[in-house]
């Protein structure tokens, strides 16, 4: 059996990848001279200047040999010349992940959030399922796993918003409602029926169809459109026709089916009131929450106002909705009004 010797042929031509990767071999050192100049001996310049200039001339010559040693030679002078500023592919890849986990960590904590809706009680705005985007960056800068403290506030939860905050009665766990009133806006609640500063909010037509509930079950609902107080948002609410859910609010008054006359909630000045449900004040500071699906909502009218310092952000829209028949596509990008 006989073996043969392979010999390379020193006229051979390289082909386009080689001579790729040669030019960008000779454009990186070239760049990194450029920029680091200053940093560099006279002599240790000219010397790699006459090994990029031999690299350039074995380019154009195109000779498969001459470029390989042209470039090991120039590859080599170029780690003794500029070592500290020249980055391995790996430490790259590297920095490149770094920095995009450092990106995402500052949009999750500064700008926005995801958030996944557990429950009912804001449909029909949001289905349980919905997952959804948070605008952090709308009210305020705050001080990352901090639940209260901000670097600087600039706005605030206005009329209509839909907004995840911090529960008051348990910091450590996240709710969504709309903002019915602000500070120093009256509000009254009477069964579904609001008024904020003596205004009854206004409805659209009443619809009435029958649908699965959570917590009920099938059974029959209403559902209207409904205005905010000035700012004029429309939004759609709807309860449970035939209802008696909102026994279960520790101030719920059975009498005028509303708030306790003289409830004692965080953030509402309510005074007492012998002539049907109290009209209470938003305090400076909080927010008067409801939840759209309103007989399958604790909010403002069960536990008070919520605190501007507990408000993580407004939602934004719907970016992935998984319902109880799997993906629902159609909610895929749903702005949340």
């Not at 454009?27 to 000219?46: F, I, Y």
């Not at 969504?176 to 009854?200: E, F, L, P, T, Y």
């Not at 407004?314 to 028949?325: H, Q």
Request: hydrophobic share 35%; glycine share 8%.
């Amino acid at each position: 059996m006989s073996t043969r010797k392979h010999r390379v042929d020193e006229g051979s031509r390289a082909d386009k990848g080689t001579l790729k990767q040669g030019e960008r071999v000779v454009g990186e050192v070239d760049r990194l001279l450029k920029k680091h100049a200053k940093r560099v001996k006279p002599k240790d310049e000219a010397k790699l200047r006459l090994a990029l200039d031999e690299a350039r001339d074995a380019l154009d010559e195109g000779q498969d040999k001459r470029i390989s040693v042209a470039l090991k030679d120039l590859e080599h002078r170029a780690d003794q010349v500029l070592g500290f500023a020249r980055k391995s592919t790996t430490r790259e890849y590297v920095e490149s992940i770094g920095i995009a986990v450092l990106i995402a960590v500052l949009l999750r904590f500064f700008v926005l959030e995801a958030f996944k809706i557990p429950t009912g009680s804001m449909i029909p705005t949001l289905e349980i399922g919905d997952h959804i985007f948070v605008n952090k960056f709308i009210y305020g800068l705050r001080v990352p796993l901090s639940t209260e403290s901000w670097f600087a506030r600039w706005g605030s939860p206005e009329r209509g918003h839909v907004i995840v905050f911090r529960y008051p009665k348990r910091p450590s766990k996240d709710y969504i409602k709309r903002v019915v009133a602000v500070a120093g806006d009256r509000v009254r609640v009477r069964g579904h029926d609001v008024w904020v500063n003596g205004q009854k909010l206004t409805h659209g037509d009443r619809k009435n169809f029958r649908a699965f509930d959570q917590t009920f079950g099938h059974v029959p609902f209403a559902s209207y459109d409904e205005t905010s107080r000035d700012t004029g948002q429309e939004y759609t609410v709807q309860y449970r026709i035939g209802a008696d859910s909102l026994r279960r609010f520790p101030y719920f008054d059975p009498l005028h089916r509303s708030m306790y006359r003289d409830p004692q909630l965080d953030g509402l000045r309510c005074p007492k009131s012998e002539d049907g449900p109290p009209e209470c004040t938003v305090e400076p500071g909080y927010v008067f929450v409801m939840g759209d699906n309103r007989d399958n909502s604790e909010d403002s009218r069960a536990w008070g106002g919520v605190p501007h310092r507990l408000v993580k952000g407004r939602a934004m829209f719907v970016w992935f909705s998984w319902g109880p028949d799997g993906i629902d596509w159609g909610r895929f990008g749903k702005a949340v009004r």
